[in-house]
């Protein structure tokens, strides 16, 4: 696990938010989202490149709606989209190998036990539980599956089809909290007021047509695709979407809201523990040990707001530091596992 680099994301800590507020009915799924079961939520904002404002902004649209009830999380996606293709069918196909759009959620915000879940235009679905990121050295959990989910997919064009007139396709997925309720704090669902970590990814490949259908432009220096897009909503600053310290904050909300969301201030000192671990795992991979020497990890021009404490061992660190009430400690540890004590 020690022996790679851990790339450190060229962005500023800012992920995106969102209000997530109560369905006020039950959803009939069909994949369309000009309905009354959508009309309280809000739109997100409309996704950017996946290394943020370094990058061109996406040519085509992508915009989330999100609402939640006692049962169910809902997600609904409009893609913007001239070219509508898709060919896989299997349940647990690779399925970003087509153009797809990706639904990952940290329950509890330790950047442990967190899911993914990607769906193409012919709705075949791909549900997989990661134990911990891979920089971590996962694994991931194939075989796990979103019990009770529904999907649905709407195409506003012709599939598969060159030359239709395409507009986009949209979906529409309702994930039961009695599956997601797993990798949350106590095993609960989300209550009024709470949080959850939540990022979504499209990705979108070059395509022409060739003998009346889809094909992926191919690079004639490489003779491989060329690297699809992906277009994210909150930016993660590399082009890495398991960084679930990144993923934005959806507020889940009453009738008494919460209406507004400000980042707590406990949430910049988890990010500056999470800044350390990265340097703390470069610092072995460079040196072959850890260090116990904060000034080996950061540099003199650089502000911190903590003063963190840090215990090494030949394959071990935790580094911890006062939550802002100074009645607990955050730690995260060599494995990027960060709690609370």
């Known amino acids: 696990m020690h022996a790679g680099q851990v790339p450190e994301p060229n962005i500023e800590y800012a ?3 969102y209000i997530c507020r109560r369905a006020t009915e039950k959803l009939a799924l069909d994949g369309r989202l000009d309905k009354p079961f959508w009309t309280a939520a809000e739109w997100t904002e409309d996704f950017v490149d996946i290394e943020g404002d370094i990058r061109p902004r996406p040519a085509k649209q992508t915009r989330v709606k999100m609402l939640w009830d006692d049962d169910y999380f809902y997600f609904g996606a409009e893609l913007i989209e001239d070219q509508i293709w898709a060919t896989l069918t299997d349940r647990d196909s690779v399925i970003f190998y087509d153009n797809d759009f990706e639904i990952f959620i940290d329950p509890d915000g330790d950047s442990h036990h967190y899911y993914e879940f990607e769906i193409n235009a012919l709705n075949t679905v791909w549900d997989l539980l990661l134990i911990k990121p891979y920089r ?34 949209s979906i529409e997925v309702a994930m039961p909290w009695s599956s997601l309720r797993e990798c949350a704090k106590d095993s609960k669902p989300p209550a009024e007021g709470q949080f959850w970590r939540v990022n979504f990814s499209r990705v979108e490949w070059q395509a022409e047509e060739q003998d ?9 220096d490489s003779g491989k695709p ?10 993660m600053g590399l082009v890495n979407m398991h960084y679930p310290e990144l993923w934005g904050y959806v507020v889940f ?47 003199e021009d650089e502000n911190w707001s903590i003063v963190p404490s840090i215990e090494t061992t030949s394959s071990l660190f935790q580094i911890s530091a006062p939550s802002i009430d100074g009645k607990s400690r955050f730690c995260i540890r060599e494995d990027g596992k960060l709690w609370e004590e």
């Open 136 to 169: 971590d050295g996962g694994p991931p959990v194939n075989g796990w599956d979103i019990s009770g989910l529904l999907t649905a997919v709407h195409i506003d064009g012709e599939l598969n089809r060159p030359g239709a007139a395409n507009r986009m396709w």
């Open 212 to 220: 009346g259908q889809y094909k992926k432009v191919i690079n004639p």
């Open 253 to 299: 909300a009453g009738e008494d809201g919460p209406n507004s969301f400000v980042l707590p201030q406990d949430e910049r000192i988890k990010w500056e523990l999470r800044k350390l671990y990265y340097r703390e795992r470069n610092y072995y991979a460079s040196h072959g040990t850890f260090t116990e020497h904060l000034y080996a990890l950061i540099s």
């Open 15 to 17: 992920p995106k938010h």
């Open 226 to 235: 060329f690297p699809e897009d992906n277009w994210v909503w909150s930016p």
